[in-house]
């Protein structure tokens, strides 16, 4: 499904709506059956893209093209190696509600992309409380911060303490794996902290 706002009528708070929508999609119980849930992935960014009909005379869509379209449709495919389900770039984040849940998963260089690309997971209240929410997010940020410094020792006990209070936390396997492959190549000189993926 791709659903974009902010047009045809202008709406101030599109990313807060898109955000939200998300969050909506998340609560829900899609199932095949009681043993196969759905899991659903979406990746939200916002900026401007062309938006009008597009097609021929003999079928036209109205819809919107451009690479920020592209750019949220490689976020939502970098849920299925982080392990999330809502991934946001930091555009969507710093336009949206602060009442918005977030949690800074760090930058990323993503295939077809030469700039890096800021990512938060966008997170549901029916995750757990604010206050666990905040507690988890902000250890989770410190264990970030060591790895965006080189300093992949103490990266490593802080994302296996953020993984021990939260099992099933891909984005803190995702991150001791990436730790494990810096121990075999070491990132380059120049090295800003960034994740880069070869796959979409």
Same mark, same amino acid.
């Given at each position: 499904?791709?659903?974009?706002?902010?047009?045809? %009528?202008?709406?101030?708070?599109?990313?807060? $709506?898109?955000?939200?929508?998300?969050?909506?999609?998340?609560?829900?119980?899609?199932?095949?059956?009681?043993? @196969?849930?759905?899991?659903?992935?979406?990746?939200?960014?916002?900026?401007?893209?062309?938006?009008?009909?597009?097609?021929? %005379?003999?079928?036209?869509?109205?819809?919107?093209?451009?690479?920020?379209?592209?750019?949220?449709?490689?976020?939502?495919?970098?849920?299925?190696? /982080?392990?999330?389900?809502?991934?946001?770039?930091?555009?969507?984040?710093?336009?949206?509600?602060?009442?918005?849940?977030? $949690?800074?998963?760090?930058?990323?260089?993503? @295939?077809?992309?030469?700039?890096?690309?800021?990512?938060?997971? /966008?997170? *549901?209240?029916?995750?757990?409380?604010?206050?666990?929410?905040?507690?988890?997010? /902000?250890?989770?940020? @410190?264990?970030?911060?060591?790895?965006?410094?080189? %300093?992949?020792?103490?990266?490593?006990? *802080?994302?296996?303490? *953020?993984? *021990?209070? $939260?099992?099933?936390?891909?984005?803190?396997?995702?991150?001791?794996?990436?730790?494990?492959?810096?121990?075999?190549?070491?990132?380059?000189?120049?090295?800003?902290?960034?994740?880069?993926?070869?796959?979409?």
């Amino acid at each position: 499904i791709f659903a974009f706002w902010n047009a045809p %009528e202008p709406q101030n708070d599109h990313a807060t $709506r898109a955000c939200e929508a998300a969050i909506q999609i998340q609560n829900q119980p899609y199932r095949f059956s009681e043993s @196969k849930p759905i899991n659903t992935r979406i990746g939200i960014h916002s900026g401007s893209a062309d938006v009008g009909n597009f097609g021929s %005379e003999n079928r036209v869509d109205y819809t919107a093209i451009g690479e920020n379209i592209n750019l949220a449709a490689r976020l939502e495919g970098l849920n299925k190696h /982080l392990g999330t389900r809502t991934l946001i770039s930091i555009d969507t984040r710093n336009a949206a509600s602060p009442s918005i849940l977030t $949690r800074d998963l760090g930058k990323f260089r993503l @295939k077809g992309f030469e700039r890096t690309v800021h990512v938060f997971e /966008l997170l *549901s209240s029916n995750d757990a409380t604010a206050a666990d929410l905040s507690t988890f997010s /902000l250890n989770f940020t @410190k264990a970030l911060e060591h790895f965006q410094a080189k %300093e992949f020792d103490q990266a490593e006990k *802080s994302f296996q303490e *953020s993984h *021990s209070s $939260r099992p099933d936390d891909g984005p803190s396997e995702f991150f001791l794996r990436q730790i494990e492959s810096f121990r075999q190549t070491p990132p380059s000189p120049d090295w800003q902290g960034e994740v880069q993926l070869d796959e979409k």
